[in-house]
């Protein structure tokens, strides 16, 4: 099965349309699927529901696509460094699911291990809990959060084979792994391909089996998020 295409316009060809939902993976600006983000950017597919950790910020990230308007829902944990997120969610032109991070991370992984709900205290007497079914187990109260499943994943690795087994770096692995499993399709750019085999085998973070397509999408440039300086103590 031919997994390695030539750029992430070729690599989502046939797997979008408007109203679709869509896992991404990445932390904050760490580990982010740029290439395959720009590409949905150029489709024009609209209405789109996107489960991320957060929406970048703005012009970066899925910012891209706040811009454009192609978002219609984020289901998220954070907004805080996006301005045209909360821009839009304050305006109504935004439907915002808020998520506990963890709750996030566990419906993803759920809906990937084919689990369509489970009970958290996460939440609980707080207006996450708002309209969801509560049960109690041994005497505590937990509510109930359904896993998660997209019509599409696009994830960022650090590298790959050519089989399509991944292994991310860092941070990165927060979410791109949970996000990969929850979609139906998973579409993976990574930093440098190499031969089958050249991967140890103990350290594959994501096997091959969840990534359907796949492109080389280097060079990247390090972006940082929010940069914080001290001044230079004098000599």
């Known amino acids: 099965m031919k997994k390695i295409y030539p750029d992430a316009a070729a690599a989502l060809d046939g797997l ?34 996107f489960v991320s ?23 998220s944990s954070y907004v805080g460094e996006n301005k045209e997120f909360e821009r839009q969610y304050l305006a109504g032109e935004l439907e915002v699911e808020f998520c506990p991070q963890g709750t996030l991370a566990e419906r993803c992984r759920a809906g990937g291990a084919g689990i369509p709900g ?20 041994d005497g505590d109260t937990y509510i109930l959060e359904r896993g998660i499943r997209a019509d599409l994943s696009v994830i960022k690795g650090w590298r790959a084979d050519e089989a399509g087994n991944l292994v991310f770096r860092r941070t990165a692995r927060n979410f791109n792994q949970p996000m990969a499993t929850a979609g139906r399709v998973c579409v993976a750019e990574v930093e440098e391909i190499v031969p089958v085999g050249s991967l140890n085998p103990d350290g594959i973070h994501l096997p091959s089996i969840y990534v359907k397509r796949m492109i080389d999408g280097a060079p990247y440039d390090k972006k940082i998020e929010f940069r914080t300086v001290r001044q230079r103590e004098a000599a």
Do not use: W
């Open 16 to 49: 979008l349309f408007d109203g679709m939902t869509i896992c991404a993976g990445g932390f904050g600006l760490c580990g982010i699927p740029e290439r395959l983000i720009d590409a949905i950017r150029e489709s024009g597919v609209k209405d789109l529901t």
């Open 53 to 75: 950790n957060n929406a970048g910020i703005d012009n970066e990230g899925l910012g891209k696509l706040l811009r454009t308007r192609q978002i219609r829902k984020m289901i």
């Open 118 to 137: 489970f009970y958290t205290k996460t939440g609980v007497g707080t207006q996450v809990a708002e309209g969801k079914e509560h049960k109690d187990f």
